[in-house]
């Protein structure tokens, strides 16, 4: 007979530990948090003025000191109330207001030639593909001439008068204004420029309606940096012989050795720089007044 198979006990399933009363449940919810807009820090127009102004008090106070304690000596550099006699100097005998005047008309009519024609050649190139095609290469090749190597062609070209300063400035300017307003014409939306058409506007209405006001910040944009470049190029124009003029003051300054006048010329090119600077910030806040708030939409700036 074949014994009987032994009898296996059954191995007991592996139970899990009842868990503790507290780990049985789900976590509870935490309580809901109330959302908080960021504060709006409104700063008064008194603040932003003294906060931009440490920065040129400081440079003042140290160009002070620097030659009240004999670091800076005159034959280098005069004292700020040296500048200021000098100041009184040249206002009083005349030679500041028209040298100042002379360097701004110079400046003026070349940065509206340079405006008008950028302009004209960064809608073209922008808006139409026959005109991208014929001139962008050639206005990008021109674009990464430096304008100061002109200065002996234009010499030659129109000798030593008023015309070859004013066309220095005018090319010098033309570029900036004409990238920037190429590049904004472009981002103009297609679609709501086929919408125009679709309602019968032609293309000079639909430049004047449409594609310029979107491509606003562009063209202010650029005109910051053709107003800037129009004074470095006014540096450059008034060296090509001239009789007359902020660069002509340097020049009689040079040769004397008065470092008082041509602190003088040097700040006078730099609050005209500052000038075009804030005229660009007004008119920024005038067509464009939600620019004005920071990047949290808050009033500070």
Partial sequence: MTPAPEARTPVAAAVPAPLPASEGRAPEPSPLVRPRPPARRARSRTYTVVVRALGPVGLLALWWAASATGALTPDVLASPAQVLEAVAELWGNGQLPDALATSLTRSGVGLAIGLVTGLALGVVTGFT?????????????????????????????????????????????????????????????????????????????????????????????????????????????????????????????????????????????????????VLVRGLERVLMPWRTAGPGGGGAR
């Fill in 129 to 277: 593909r026959l005109g991208d095609e014929l001139l962008d290469s050639s206005l990008q090749t021109l674009r990464t001439v430096p304008f100061l190597s002109l200065v002996p062609l234009f010499m030659v070209w129109f000798g030593i008068n008023e015309t070859a300063k004013i066309l220095l400035i005018a090319v010098a300017t033309t570029f900036p204004m004409y990238v920037s307003t190429a590049g904004g014409v472009r981002d103009t939306d297609r679609r709501l420029v086929e919408a125009m058409r679709a309602f019968g506007l032609g293309r000079l209405a639909i430049v004047r309606q449409v594609v310029l006001p979107g491509a606003l910040p562009s063209l202010l944009a650029g005109l910051r940096l053709s107003m800037t470049l129009s004074v470095i190029a006014l540096i450059a124009a008034e060296e090509i012989n001239a009789t007359e003029g902020i660069g002509y003051l340097m020049a009689q300054a040079q040769s004397y050795a008065r470092t008082d006048v041509l602190a003088v010329c040097i700040l006078v090119y730099g609050l005209l720089g500052l000038t075009a600077d």
